[in-house]
């Protein structure tokens, strides 16, 4: 079984520039979060989705970073425009059943970001 | 506001040696636990989890974890050490309020002497 893919692995861009990273969930998984690490961090959640619904994007900050999730399927990130303190690992994960507690996620590799 | 600590950013211990990796967490109703490591340019997988139900828990790759409510912590073992282990390892604490938030650790790095 497939795991959790992302695209790309590494991407260098320019600050001002917009960026976006691409999630393919565990097939039926209904659950996407998508986290941000800094270096030296553990995971911070910043969007996490239901099917369709983003049902905690509390942490996602809305002035420059987008996120979608269309046919409650693949799911994009996106930041416009990017700014030097954005450089981190963007880790898509997904799980099974919404709601369900006890259920852990399955993390992608992660898209490594720096922003010069 | 909810958290979990991971003392000791770097643990070294000897091939065959004990692992011990420590986690507390703060919350005054015990959430779900869990452990995950993380290799080199890979993903977080997961070693293992407390929901409900005995307190010892038994993961992958000979790792297990007690829950102790009293201590509000969630440590992780292992009796011997192998070069394999070496990674980084990240304590979360699923919180519920309303809804559920992951919360994650600093994580620890754990280097395996041989």
């Known amino acids: 079984e497939a795991g959790v893919v992302q695209s790309p692995r590494y991407k260098i861009i320019e600050k001002k520039q917009p960026v976006a990273f691409w999630c393919n969930p565990i097939?039926?998984?209904?659950?996407l979060y998508w986290y941000r690490q800094n270096l030296g961090q553990g995971p911070e959640l910043l969007i996490r989705?239901?099917?369709?619904?983003?049902?905690?994007d509390s942490q996602l900050p809305k002035d420059r970073f987008s996120a979608e999730r269309l046919k409650g399927v693949d799911s994009t990130l996106k930041i416009q425009p990017a700014e030097l303190g954005d450089s981190a690992v963007y880790l898509c994960?997904?799980?099974?059943?919404?709601?369900?507690?006890?259920?852990?996620?399955?993390f992608g590799q992660g898209t490594r970001l720096t922003v010069v | 506001a909810q958290s979990v600590t991971q003392l000791g950013s770097h643990v070294s211990v000897s091939e065959g040696a004990l692992v011990l990796l420590r986690c507390n967490y703060s919350?005054?109703?015990?959430?779900?636990l869990f452990w995950y490591v993380q290799y080199p340019n890979q993903g977080l997988q997961l070693l293992l989890k407390?929901?409900?139900?005995?307190?010892l828990v038994k993961g992958i790759n000979g790792f297990e974890a007690e829950f102790k409510k009293s201590e509000t912590s969630f440590h992780l073992t292992k009796p011997s050490a192998h070069m394999s282990d070496a990674a980084e390892y990240f304590c979360?604490?699923?919180?519920?309020?309303?809804?559920?938030?992951?919360?994650f650790g600093t994580g620890t790095r754990l280097k395996v002497l041989a």
């Open positions: 994960a997904s799980s099974l059943v919404p709601g369900d507690l006890a259920t852990e996620a399955f």
């Open positions: 097939s039926g998984h209904n659950t």
């Open positions: 989705y239901e099917n369709e619904e983003a049902v905690d």
């Open positions: 919350s005054s109703v015990p959430p779900y």
């Open positions: 407390y929901t409900t139900g005995a307190t």
């Open positions: 979360a604490a699923r919180v519920t309020s309303g809804t559920y938030k992951d919360i």
